[in-house]
Structure formats: structure tokens, C-alpha cells
């Protein structure tokens, strides 16, 4: 689906000031996201992985170091901070004996829930200025945002893999 106007010099500077504002928004939540880290004594990586297991569920390690872009032995020191300042636990897989997953523990989540609040409120009063389909809109910008990051992310990862395969030869 191609929308762009007749007039693309003002499309594009609708699109350049969109991808501005994206990034804008992306600088003020990794101060935010470090801020709220410093707080609960969680480095950028530990809360960011931490937010993984949250959103995702019990998750085996494997799992979440692809997730998080991150290689397996460095997810075995995120988890062991993570572990013993009581924030996830692991524990085998009911599906799979042998495997283990990690899980949140509800404990300490209402620190988080706390820190976050101010945002919460402040997206709620955002939120409260739209109407459904204009809400439905942005949240479908949103996920193809997020998909196309993703994407972008994968691709990256695959480059490197190639080149040190290529490396190795």
C-alpha cells in the first residue's frame, strides 16, 4: 500500500519529522528505562532482558538471548544478576525436564510498577485525546514500526553470522 501524494516534497517531510520524533521518543526511553534501572540497582541490559521475561513469559535462556540480540554466555551472567537480586528464577521446563526456563517472581514487581508510574499516567492522558480508531491506527503504526526494527535487527545479526563464518574459511 502506497499512500504518498502528489506532492512528495511535503510527504516527505511529514515522514523525515515522524522518523525524528521516533527518535526523539526512543532517546527519552532509554533515559528513562537507565533511570528506573539506577533505582531498583539493575544495569540497562538486566532490566531490558528483565522486561523480556515479563512480557514473553517462562522463557528459556536460549530463547531470550535471541530475543534480546544478546549470545547465550553473556544472557548466563544477566540471569545470574537477575537471580540473585531475586528479580527471575529458573527452574526446569514441565515440558521438557532436561530444559530449563526463567520466569519472573512477583516479589519485586511493584517497584517497577511504581517507577513506571508517572509514564503510565502521562500515556493514559495522551491516550484519552484519541479515539478508537485513531488509537487502533497508531498502535498498527506502532507494531509495523517495531517489526520493521525487528527485521532490521535480524538482518544485522545475519550479516555478522555470515561474515564470521566467512572469516573462518
Partial sequence: ???????????????????????????????????????VALRDVDLACLDLIARYGSISPSVLAKRAGMHPATMTGVLDRLERNGWVVRERDPEDRRAVVVRVLPDRGGELFRLYSGMRASMNDICAGYDTDQLTLIRDFLNRVAGAGERSADGLADEAAAGSRADQV
Fill in 1 to 39: 500500500m502506497n499512500n504518498v501524494p502528489e506532492d512528495r516534497r511535503q510527504w516527505r517531510r511529514a515522514a523525515n519529522e515522524v522518523q525524528s520524533a521516533l527518535r526523539d521518543l526512543n532517546g527519552h526511553l532509554v533515559v528513562l528505562n537507565h533511570r528506573v534501572g539506577t533505582r
